[in-house]
């Protein structure tokens, strides 16, 4: 018992998330501008794939490329959250099961083509086909809550050394230092031969780097999640977290209808045809994105989210990123992503797989709880 | 007065809910306010007149009263 241990004072959040949700549209589409493929200035999942291309995971020639925007985002997290004394070395929550959740979260980011931040972004940029994937998208966390209110909930955290919670903000570091320092230890799509892909297209490493801080920091600050966005507001009436994800919508909307009347280039498209890095199965959209709505809320937020998390030393959030790899990985080597031609037969099976074994991690854990409670 | 109780799991304060409807303590569960913690987990907010006497599960991590600038904690579990 420790009285009176500390005062904190509340601050404004509806404000703060709004402006960093604005901050982050308008960072999205300069990426763009600066290089990065179409409605993916921002893609934790294409990042995390091309990442899992350049250390020669998987050998899809046009997604390989070491994404800094992805160290960013962990640095980003763990300085700010170091600065204000909330890095905190904790795990032990479920770690394997998180694992799992990873990797099927990705399974499902690839079978849409994007995680949820790139899901706004496409939608910002006209891609009508995102609107499905938002549909599924509600209604995989809809599922998730289902299981949150009949008392699903992963094992408790615990503190760990400082070692262990800034193993992935020391990777990231690592990472960094081989893209500048020894490049040709990885594998690029624009280094192969007939490699067509997102992976040709980036903007330059400092100012990927540098996007990637700043989202990181902001993202920490306020806690911006695009699956807690929609799961406060079903389940507890709170928009909060919402608002972050409109503001994201509306800046990067607004800034895409800019560039295309300011620029040569075309940033906004209302169409669903013709849309970059995308395909026109709303089914399959609708159902990549409701697996990926439905396992983030078992995990807890989204894959943006979790690395916000690991840069501030959770190492749950740290072993979900490692399942978003692996997810990529063998997403890639085995034929499950979908391309611009569509959903392939063998990702179809592994969606399905996917939303099955993430109701089953549903039910295990509530059968474990009611257990506990005895 | 306003108490926040923060836990180390959902599944934590939604036990904690369920104990104070039991004992007549009016109580509700929420997102953690940011200030409290940096994780986007569920707290409990409980109107009582006696903080002490609420129930230090091994699920909670804090607890902590709302004034009407900020909050002041009065209680964190070891290991949190």
Known sequence: MIPGVCIVTKSNEKLTIIIAGLIIGVISTVLVLLGNPKNMGFCIACFIRDTAGALKLHGAKGVMYLRPEIIGIILGSFLLSFGKKEFSPRGGSSPMTRLVLGFFAMVGCLMFLGCPFRMILRIAGGDLNAILGLVGFAAGIGCGILYLKRGYSLKRTYRLPVSEGSALPVIAVALLIILIAIPSLLNFSELIEDAKGPGLMHAAIWVSLLAGLIVGGLAQHTRLCMVGGIRDAILFKEFKLLLGFVAILISALIMNLILSAATSGTYFTLAFEGQPVAHMDGLWNALGMLLVGFACVLLGGCPLRQLVLAGEGNTDSALTVVGLLLGAAFAHNFGLASSADGPTGNGKIAVIIGIVVVIIIGEFNIARNKQATK | ?80
């Open chain 2, 1 to 80: 007065m306003i108490c926040i109780a923060t836990f180390f799991s959902h599944f934590g304060a939604m036990r904690c809910k369920k104990q104070c409807d039991e004992t007549g303590i009016t109580a509700k569960m929420m997102p953690v306010p940011r200030i409290l913690s940096s994780s986007c987990g569920t707290c409990v907010r409980i109107e009582t007149e006696d903080p002490e006497s609420l129930p230090r599960t091994e699920e909670m991590e804090q607890l902590a009263i709302e004034q009407s600038n900020g909050y002041q904690i009065i209680w964190k579990a070891e290991n949190s």
